[in-house]
């Protein structure tokens, strides 16, 4: 059993930055494919940020270049670095991982990007 908590979003103007966490409840080594989805309103889930087999990571286009995913494996905790937003990445955004063959995603926060 596995626990995603996400914090972090807010309202923020376009142009601006949001750093989203993704708190896990046992130590990140042992969780596969960690990383970060996100649901638009009338739209399906898509990928935004993910570690790969370990520590290779991969980025859905429209971000790259602007989000950066890391981790903390001592706090065990998967983060999100998002500059230049734009309204467009106005979404709820999921921390998802895999353990022992099973899916796992968190709540999800808002991030609204807005003037």
């Known amino acids: 059993q596995v626990q995603l908590v996400e914090s972090g979003g807010g309202l923020v103007q376009p142009g601006g930055s949001l750093r989203l966490s993704c708190a896990a409840s046992?130590?990140?080594?042992?969780?596969?494919?960690m990383g970060w989805y996100r649901q638009a309103p009338g739209k399906q889930r898509e990928l935004v940020a993910v570690?790969?087999?370990?520590?290779?990571?991969n980025y859905e286009d429209s971000v790259k270049g602007r989000f950066t995913i890391s981790r903390d494996n001592a706090k065990n905790t998967v983060y999100l670095q998002m500059n230049s937003l734009k309204p467009e990445d106005t979404a709820v955004y999921y921390c998802?991982?895999?353990?022992?063959?099973?899916?796992?995603w968190g709540k999800g926060t808002l991030v609204t990007v807005s003037s």
């Open positions: 046992r130590n990140i080594f042992s969780i596969y494919n």
């Open positions: 998802h991982g895999n353990y022992m063959g099973m899916t796992y």
């Open positions: 570690f790969n087999s370990g520590s290779i990571t």
